[in-house]
């Protein structure tokens, strides 16, 4: 397809705003997984393993390790509803490296 410079421009510009949206929004949310698995790799006999595990199955602290997977489960949809192309708006699906649009060829990247 035929698109005019400013339009690719356009959609170039929006597109790098929003990864670079993305991948800052991403930080906590990879922290929190990087917690969750270090932790576990300190081994079950490790104070902090030990103080963590017991917030954990503490009854009172339930409401918040549900809170916190649910607060999870809508980063990963919010991700994947606003992963779109700024030109056609339709989704990218599971693509992360793109030089273009896959729906309307619309380049993304610079070249």
Known sequence: MNYTPSEIETAQLSFRKQKRRMRL???????LIV???GLRLLGEDHPWF??????????DHHLAVIGLAVVFIAYVLWIR??????????SFGKQTNLSH????GIPLELK
């Not at 991403?26 to 922290?31: E, G, K, M, Q, T």
């Not at 030990?50 to 009854?59: E, F, Q, T, V, Y």
């Not at 509803?81 to 339709?90: A, D, Q």
Request: aromatic letters at 12%; charged letters at 15%; a positive charge.
């Open 101 to 104: 649009c896959m729906h309307c």
């Open 50 to 59: 030990l103080a963590a595990d017991g917030w954990i199955r503490n009854p």
């Open 35 to 37: 917690l969750f698995f």
């Open 81 to 90: 509803l606003s992963w779109r192309c700024p030109h056609c708006k339709k």
């Open 25 to 31: 929004q991403s930080i906590p949310v990879v922290a």
